[in-house]
């Protein structure tokens, strides 16, 4: 008669474990905590260069309605809303016979703890026909 041969259990009792698992899972819920704080002020710089960008080309479509100094009238106030820096005021209109052109450049600065400070270069446009 054969006996069978007793069945081996791949189970590792709890006591054993290395912590291998607890401390990869650690690893990775850190570097996705890490990448949100330092990567937010970044996104809320870009996010308001959008809005402003979007109002550009609003008032570029709209520019038959309006005179030179409402479209900056109205994009300064956006700017400042925005809390832009100072250089987004500046806002230049160029105008010919069916055509508008509407633009401005400035920089804008991310203070991120523990990380060099960095500027970087916006020029929100629009075009378009009058």
Known sequence: MVTPRPVRSSH???S???GGVRLGCLF??????????FGAPVGDMYWRYYQFRDAFRQEARFASQHSDQDIRRHLRALADTLQLPDEADTIYV??????I???TEYYDRVDVPFIARDSFYFNPQAEGDL
């Open 12 to 14: 590792v009792p709890p």
């Open 16 to 18: 054993i474990r290395t």
């Open 28 to 37: 990775v819920l850190a570097l996705g905590v890490a990448a949100v704080y």
């Open 94 to 99: 160029k105008r010919k016979s069916h055509h």
């Open 101 to 103: 052109l509407i633009w």
